[in-house]
């Protein structure tokens, strides 16, 4: 038996014999199966072939990715707050020396995640680290490894605690989750942010090539657009909070300052797009 994990997307199943006979994330329009076909890996397997790679925007915020690339390829964040760490989105590689850094760093306290292509081996992470994961309760639907460590959370908004609080903004899934953080005194960030708070963005809002602005898909890899009414929702779910630093779901996406004014030209750019009122 084992909890076999997606090569395309991560995915981490429920314990089985066989692998999967396919992917539920991979087969959904908004992923895709590789022309080379399905194929599974297990934690065991990824601790011999990758390794992760830390990146430290500043003291209180760490990126952490696998190398080589596993699967969508994204970095999770830990965010060391006041109240305790967070870590934010998931990766699907972890290895004894990433369990024995973050330890050293005073563990993980609360795990909180996105959207499902994220979710990855949120499980092991949470066992290793003995905390829970918050997840919106609109995308329970793709939870494949089931956990009594998962908590489901409902409504607009949900505080871990003060100062760190997951916004629902829907769109590229119907529970698609950003995170705010906001300190008295450094706002998060110890450099970037500075008080003026900092949002975490996954690829809920997705930090585009040119890092200036932010674009809006319900797929990616599939060039799947959302609707005006979905991303002006996004606009209102952000309204009432300030931040100025986004950090999005790769290591080099970020928006290093105004990022508010940034998502807010950005949903008109894209608005205007899709209802053909561009005016260029
Ligand atoms: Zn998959
Ligand atoms: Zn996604």
Same mark, same amino acid.
């Given at each position: 038996?084992?909890?076999?994990? +997606?090569?395309?997307?991560?995915?981490?199943? @429920? &314990?089985?014999?066989?692998?999967?006979?396919?992917?539920?994330?991979?087969?959904? &329009? !908004?992923?895709?199966?590789?022309?080379?076909?399905?194929?599974?890996?297990?934690?065991?397997?990824?601790?011999?072939?990758?390794?992760?790679?830390?990146?430290?925007?500043?003291?209180?915020?760490? %990126?952490?990715?696998?190398?080589?690339?596993?699967?969508?390829?994204?970095?999770?964040?830990?965010?060391?707050?006041?109240?305790?760490?967070?870590?934010? #989105? +998931?990766?699907?590689?972890?290895? *004894?020396?990433?369990?024995?850094?973050?330890? $050293?760093? %005073?563990?993980?306290?609360?795990?909180? /995640?996105?959207?499902?292509?994220?979710?990855?081996?949120?499980?092991?992470? =949470?066992?290793?680290? #003995?905390?829970?994961?918050?997840?919106? @309760?609109? #995308?329970?639907?793709?939870?494949?490894?089931?956990?009594?460590?998962?908590?489901?959370? &409902?409504?607009?908004?949900?505080?871990?605690?003060? $100062?760190?609080?997951?916004?629902?903004?829907?769109?590229?899934? &119907?529970?698609?989750?950003?995170?705010?953080?906001?300190?008295?005194?450094?706002?998060? *960030?110890?450099?970037?942010?500075?008080?003026?708070? /900092?949002? +975490?963005?996954?690829?809920?809002?997705?930090?585009?090539?040119?890092?200036?602005?932010?674009?809006?898909? !319900?797929?990616?890899?599939?060039?799947?657009?959302?609707?005006?009414?979905?991303?002006?929702?996004? $606009?209102?779910?952000?309204?009432?909070?300030?931040?100025?630093?986004?950090?999005?779901?790769?290591?080099?996406?970020?928006? =290093?300052?105004?990022?508010?004014?940034?998502?807010?030209?950005?949903?008109? !750019?894209?608005? *205007? *797009?899709?209802? $053909?009122? !561009?005016?260029?």
């Amino acid at each position: 038996m084992a909890h076999f994990i +997606c090569t395309a997307c991560g995915m981490q199943y @429920a &314990e089985s014999e066989k692998p999967p006979a396919q992917c539920a994330i991979c087969e959904e &329009e !908004r992923q895709y199966v590789p022309p080379r076909g399905q194929s599974w890996t297990t934690l065991d397997a990824l601790a011999q072939s990758h390794t992760n790679t830390w990146r430290e925007y500043d003291a209180g915020l760490l %990126g952490i990715g696998s190398t080589p690339h596993f699967a969508i390829g994204q970095r999770a964040l830990l965010l060391r707050t006041d109240k305790g760490n967070v870590l934010w #989105d +998931c990766i699907a590689t972890l290895d *004894a020396a990433t369990v024995t850094a973050i330890k $050293g760093l %005073g563990g993980i306290q609360a795990i909180a /995640i996105s959207h499902p292509h994220f979710y990855t081996t949120m499980v092991e992470w =949470a066992q290793r680290f #003995d905390c829970r994961i918050h997840l919106n @309760a609109a #995308d329970k639907a793709w939870i494949m490894r089931p956990d009594p460590a998962i908590s489901l959370w &409902e409504g607009d908004t949900f505080k871990l605690w003060h $100062g760190v609080t997951l916004i629902r903004c829907g769109g590229h899934f &119907e529970g698609g989750t950003v995170l705010h953080w906001q300190e008295k005194k450094n706002g998060g *960030a110890n450099g970037r942010g500075q008080g003026k708070g /900092i949002v +975490c963005s996954g690829d809920t809002l997705t930090v585009a090539t040119d890092r200036k602005w932010l674009s809006f898909m !319900r797929s990616y890899p599939n060039f799947i657009p959302l609707s005006a009414r979905e991303v002006g929702h996004i $606009g209102r779910a952000m309204a009432p909070f300030s931040f100025d630093v986004l950090y999005g779901h790769y290591f080099d996406r970020v928006i =290093a300052k105004e990022a508010k004014a940034v998502l807010e030209k950005s949903i008109a !750019r894209y608005v *205007a *797009a899709v209802e $053909g009122k !561009r005016g260029y």
